[in-house]
């Protein structure tokens, strides 16, 4: 049997089939490198900024249940593939609801608890505003009332001479 | 000066005006707490929705309509959820070539962990992940395993908030059948 050499064009795409075939396994690779390894610090920031979404009002850093660990490892991964904080955030939002934000989804009954604080602010706000209001006008009618009781004690001095002096009048006539 | 606008009397509709926002606010609160705590549904139209699963379909319950439906909520790290997997899988294996379809909801969970369970106990039955635990909301789910039996007719028969056996599930599942 005789072997037949290669021709080159074949060699030329065995070649060029070897290179993409590298290139595609080492492109994540190189780019997961580029991207580096999240710190510890990076991640606890990230896992700073979220809550447990099984947990009562528990942060993400301070959780230690299964998927909080679940979490943090993958924070750190998307934080490795070049994902920002924001992106890994509303990923998470995506994944367990708003809660994992830390705050009531702006739905339904949960409105309140964003309106309640506003309003009651606004009305402890209007009720010291009238009080304060209804204080500085309460200053002049006390000055009125002095005045009418000025007026009113002059009239009864004057209603008293008057009597004095008829009192006068009628003793000197006896005398 | 009329009687209306004396001191006294902007006191007092002062203080009903405050004592009627205190008790709309009480009243609020109380409505919040009660739809809060309206508990799980365990009997009734079973609430409609649709699932994006793993394998990259979707699923709707309401066009399940003509089918028994378990409808099955589960988490990779809940270690009840795992007691039950090979019993849910097994049951769907002797019922999927009849009006029976099995549906796993993941719920609070990570992709990749609920991918290496699903593979781990070999389900084969439609899964998918509660994005924004929205399914999660309309059962009222507050932990998992939580198994919902729904008929032919789209009404909630049996709520089951513990693992199941296969046998169990068997007894839900063949009286419906027969419905």
């Known amino acids: ?175 | 000066m009329s009687a209306q606008n004396t001191p006294q009397s902007r006191t007092s509709r002062t203080t009903i005006i405050v004592f009627a926002l205190v008790l709309l606010f009480i009243g609020l609160l109380t409505a919040g707490l009660l739809m809060r705590h309206k508990g799980r549904p365990e009997k009734g139209p079973a609430p409609d929705f649709t699932l994006q699963l793993f394998d990259g379909g979707t699923i709707r319950l309401s066009d399940l309509r003509g089918k028994v439906v378990v409808v099955n909520f589960w988490a990779s790290w809940c270690q009840p959820c795992k007691d039950e997997a090979r019993d849910l899988e097994e049951v769907w294996q002797k019922y999927k070539d009849r009006d029976v379809v099995f549906i796993g909801i993941n719920w609070s969970d990570t992709e990749s962990k609920a991918r290496a369970y699903l593979k781990a106990y070999g389900i084969t039955y439609p899964n998918g992940p509660d994005l924004g635990r929205r399914i999660g909301q309309k059962y009222r789910i507050r932990g998992v395993p939580e198994t919902f039996i729904i008929d032919k007719q789209g009404n909630v028969r049996a709520a089951i908030i513990r693992p199941m056996s296969a046998d169990e599930l068997i007894g839900y599942i063949e009286p419906l059948l027969g419905e």
Not at chain 1, 128 to 147: C, H, K, Y
Not at chain 1, 165 to 171: A, F, G, K, P
């Open chain 1, 1 to 175: 049997m005789m072997l037949l050499p290669k021709p080159r064009s074949h060699r030329f795409l065995t070649l060029l089939m070897l290179a993409l075939i590298l290139s595609s396994i080492a492109t994540p690779l190189v780019t997961t490198v580029l991207a580096g390894t999240p710190t510890p610090s990076e991640v606890e920031a990230v896992a700073r900024t979220l809550y447990c979404p099984l947990c009562v009002g528990e942060r993400l850093d301070a959780c230690e249940i299964p998927l909080c660990m679940d979490m943090k490892k993958e924070i750190a991964k998307q934080l490795a593939e070049g994902k920002t904080p924001e992106e890994i955030r509303q990923y998470f939002v995506a994944q367990y609801g708003p809660i994992v934000l830390g705050e009531p989804p702006k739905k339904g009954f949960n409105w309140l608890a964003w309106i309640i604080p506003f309003v009651a602010l606004l009305g402890a706000g209007g009720y010291v505003f009238l009080r304060i209001r209804q204080w500085s006008r309460g200053a002049p009618q006390a000055e009125t009332v002095t005045s009418e009781r000025t007026i009113r004690e002059e009239e009864t001095d004057e209603l008293l001479d008057e009597y004095a002096r008829q009192v006068e009048r009628e003793l000197s006539q006896w005398e």
